[in-house]
């Protein structure tokens, strides 16, 4: 079997350079939480369903901070699709895997700064300007 058959059977082979944007398919996030510094990395954009569900849990979140004062409640309507954009987390204290907002620290400062990353990935998402 000619090595062109072996590629067209087992599928292409990446060059040096796919292997590279492979690497870097993750945005970048650095934590401005003092108690809870690292980063995390997320999906290179948001996807429909991400997109979808982020702007459903923006209109809940827009309702619950409109008739009542509830950070808890605030954050866990917006946490769920948060978590699951992020791919990678490197915060110190945390695990490497959080799938559940049960797995993190009930600190508003962190959420905070986990639902803006997410806010700055769908305006990355639709900007015009490749970051």
């Known amino acids: 079997m000619t090595n062109l058959s072996k590629q067209t059977r087992q599928g292409k082979k990446k060059t040096n350079k796919e292997r590279t944007l492979m690497s870097e398919e993750y945005r970048e996030y650095i934590s401005s939480v003092e108690r809870w510094p690292g980063n995390i990395k997320t999906k ?7 997109l979808e569900k982020w702007e ?6 827009q309702k619950i901070s409109e008739s009542e004062t509830s950070v808890v409640s ?37 959420a905070a700064f986990i639902v803006d990353c997410i806010s700055k990935l769908f305006q990355e998402t639709n900007s015009l300007e490749k970051s």
């Open 56 to 61: 459903l849990a923006l209109k809940e979140a």
């Open 44 to 50: 290179i954009f948001l996807s429909w369903l991400d």
């Open 74 to 110: 605030f954050f866990s309507v917006l946490l769920p699709i948060a978590l699951s954009v992020i791919k990678e987390w490197h915060i110190e204290g945390l695990p490497e895997k959080i799938e559940t907002a049960d797995d993190l620290p009930a600190s508003p400062e962190l």
